[in-house]
């Protein structure tokens, strides 16, 4: 390829199919929580309720509406963002490779104050989240299908060790998303340069020599 | 401690309730007769669920069933009032009138229901609030009623009336399904009024609320009608 279209063309640090899933999963994943929270106030597993002001809906039928409305999109973006991250090598690119030693070892930099942010490629602990929350979000799906058709998806519900299990599964899942929500939200406010490439694509930077 | 400014947080609450559908305003469904737009788009979504869960339904797979000693004791009365007004019916008077697409549309007696085979079931009965409970249901197939009383199995609804004004509807493909019952006993005993004397619906292949208590009617027809719950904005199928 000669040089002149490398030039004209520079990478970008989030390809436009990746920035355009990236924004509608968060839509999907806000309203799927917030609705989600509404339909667990109607029957606690656990001692506390969310409050009314931060469920979506307003009453247990628009909450299950919203929820079963939103998961179509959540389903559908997830699924169209594991086949292309795995047919174009994005994962293998950005997530691997990953050792329990090197998140050890940029935990360590970072709270020292010595982990360097690169642009573009992800340091130990960002993959550790990511392959987490990716993880997090095929759990969540597959319990959240269990609940809502333990008869005719029996085996989703088997998987999850019944019904009233994979409403805990379902549970977890979507405090280890909360979780991952919070610490993303947190570092992009703390680096905010972060956040307008994931609308433009930004421009990969140059290799350093 | 700095007591939290109002303004913000009502701002914090529209930011988070609606998040970035702020063309979708207001509390859902709270006004059925002057439906919103996001009422609209709720709607739509709902009647594409019920489509899903039709083709997701297989006549041939059947809800688990327990064993005795997993029945859930004492059993949870739910609905939408207090167990105190549950309706009573009396069982000598009592009769379940049928209307529709049926031929032989004579009310049926208690006594002659309880003359067709009966058939018994310990499934789990799942609220749409969530929770569950597992008991013991015997009573007729639904199935073999609607042929011995000519129903046309190929009209798309079976609905039902309750002696307590509740009323609610199902796909006739649910209705033949071999676990779907008209069930006069609970846990081994006749239906007490709490849990739906004399006859109620019992369908473990749909939430809670598709199983109406103390049936008056029977209907098999084509036309949508919905459900006390349904037109209040559950989604319709309610399958599990």
Not at chain 2, 147 to 155: F, K, L, M, P
């Amino acid at each position: 390829m000669p040089e002149t279209t490398k030039r004209a063309r520079p990478r970008k640090i989030h390809p436009l199919p990746l920035r355009i899933m990236h924004w509608l999963n968060a839509l999907a994943i806000v309203m799927m929580i917030g609705s989600g929270w509404q339909i667990y106030d109607a029957s606690p597993l656990f001692n506390f309720t969310f409050p009314t002001l931060i469920t979506i809906g307003g009453w247990l039928g628009a909450g299950i509406a919203w929820h079963l409305a939103f998961m179509w999109l959540l389903m559908a973006n997830g699924l169209a963002y594991l086949i292309w991250g795995a047919s174009t090598g994005h994962f293998r690119r950005k997530l691997w490779p990953l050792s329990p030693s090197a998140v050890l070892q940029d935990f360590r930099r970072a709270f020292t104050l010595r982990l360097h942010h690169q642009r573009g490629v992800y340091n130990a602990v960002q993959k550790l989240l990511y392959a987490g929350v990716i993880l997090a979000g095929i759990a969540v799906v597959i319990s959240g299908l269990a609940i809502w058709k333990p008869v005719q998806l029996w085996f989703f519900c088997d998987l999850c060790g019944g019904y009233f299990a994979a409403r805990y599964v379902h549970f977890t899942a979507m405090a280890v998303i909360v979780a991952f929500f919070a610490i993303h939200v947190l570092l992009v406010l703390l680096v905010p340069k972060t956040l307008p490439s994931m609308i433009t694509g930004g421009k990969m930077p140059e290799p350093q020599p | 401690m700095k007591k939290p400014d109002p303004t913000r947080r009502k701002i914090l609450h529209r930011a988070l309730a609606f998040g970035a559908l702020a063309a979708l305003p207001g509390c859902d469904y709270e006004n059925p007769q002057n439906p919103d737009l996001a009422d609209d788009v709720l709607h739509m979504m709902s009647w594409f669920n019920d489509r899903m869960q039709q083709a997701l339904f297989d006549p041939h797979t059947l809800a688990p069933t327990f064993s005795a000693d997993q029945i859930t004791q004492p059993p949870r009365f739910n609905a939408f009032y207090d167990i105190s007004q549950a309706p009573i019916v009396d069982p000598a008077s009592y009769k379940l009138e049928l209307g529709g697409q049926i031929q032989d549309k004579s009310p049926w007696t208690l006594g002659k229901l309880r003359t067709l085979p009966q058939e018994s079931q310990i499934t789990r009965l799942i609220c749409v609030e969530g929770w569950r409970v597992i008991g013991q249901w015997s009573g007729v197939r639904l199935g073999d009623f609607l042929r011995r009383i000519g129903a046309d199995t190929t009209c798309r609804y079976v609905s039902f009336k309750c002696a307590d004004g509740y009323y609610s509807s199902i796909d006739m493909e649910s209705a033949l399904h071999p676990q779907t019952i008209l069930a006069l006993d609970f846990l081994g005993a006749p239906l007490t009024p709490a849990f739906g004397a004399p006859v109620r619906l019992r369908i473990p292949t749909k939430l809670g609320f598709k199983n109406p208590k103390s049936l008056t009617y029977l209907g098999v027809s084509n036309i949508y009608s919905g459900g006390y719950w349904e037109d209040q904005g559950y989604n319709w199928f309610s399958g599990s």
